[in-house]
């Protein structure tokens, strides 16, 4: 369905392979497509539960393709504008999906690989990952993939990456705060799986409405308003027959009906 996309779904898990390894899966205008529609279809697809986001060959994604950025200079400002409001609607997307989405880095994740790497709800990389905002060393600024590094790393990291476009580190990733987990390449795949074993055992709604959560509260200042609004989310969530179901599993001792069996 997808040029640059191969996805696998089993378990109620989607895994996104991003799919051009001789270009370290590097962003074109057919990548950012694919992505913006793949998000799109999974998030619709009930059978789909978690989202898991990773890149074939060598590379998580090194960011922009060169090509398309010589193209991108050679064009209009009013081109340059609708390629960018795509990117940044595909990044949107993958942010604001209702489901749980797990970044797998490996490699490189450079630029806009970076940005989706923080778009994600949970980053785990292998220790050899490199991550970098560099679009400064080109002249330029990690603009569209700005507010979802931000959220990660905050404004004072942000700051210094973001005007010297140093290579950072799995371990110095962690330490910011834009990666999870940190593991050996060879133990990659069992710390994902781990990681979505304990998301697929949330009810989906509820994993829903907490993330809604986050950025209904996040930089809101305590007070009534917040306290009102906290009571009513919870209120709303403990009438549903999905927390009935987790309650009554829970008593009775068996899996809730959401976990695949």
Not at 234 to 252: H, K, P, S, V
């Given at each position: ?9 089993a ?19 057919q990548?950012?497509?694919d ?16 989202v ?20 991108a ?10 390629d ?43 220790e ?13 600024i990690?603009?569209?993939i ?11 990291q ?10 950072i ?15 050996a ?18 009810g ?17 200042p305590?007070?009534d ?5 906290t009571?009513?989310r919870i ?9 009935r ?17």
């Amino acid at each position: 369905m997808y040029e640059t996309l191969e996805i696998e779904i089993a378990g109620g898990v989607a895994t996104v392979w991003m799919n051009r390894p001789a270009v370290h899966n590097a962003f074109n205008a057919q990548l950012i497509a694919d992505l913006t529609a793949a998000c799109c279809a999974l998030e619709a697809d009930d059978a789909v539960r978690v989202v898991v986001l990773a890149g074939r060959g060598k590379s998580f994604s090194a960011g922009a393709d060169l090509n398309w950025m010589k193209a991108a200079a050679a064009s209009s400002t009013e081109e340059n504008l609708a390629d960018a409001r795509r990117l940044a609607a595909m990044l949107s997307t993958l942010a604001e999906m209702a489901k749980p989405t797990l970044a797998r880095v490996h490699g490189a994740a450079l630029g806009g690989g970076m940005g989706l790497a923080s778009a994600c709800d949970i980053c785990i990389a292998a220790e050899a990952a490199v991550f970098a905002t560099s679009e400064v060393r080109f002249g330029i600024i990690p603009s569209a993939i700005s507010p979802y590094v931000i959220r990660a790393i905050g404004a004072r990291q942000a700051g210094r990456y973001f005007q010297s476009g140093e290579r950072i580190g799995a371990t110095r990733a962690r330490e910011i705060g834009l990666a999870h987990e940190v593991v050996a390449a060879e133990a990659l795949d069992a710390k994902v799986d781990e990681v979505v074993a304990a998301l697929l055992q949330g009810g989906p709604q509820a994993q829903a409405a907490a993330k809604d959560l986050i950025r209904a509260v996040v930089h809101q200042p305590l007070g009534d308003e917040v306290a009102e609004d906290t009571a009513r989310r919870i209120a709303a969530l403990r009438a549903t027959a999905e927390a009935r179901e987790g309650l009554d599993a829970f008593l009775a001792k068996r899996p809730a009906a959401w976990i695949p069996q």
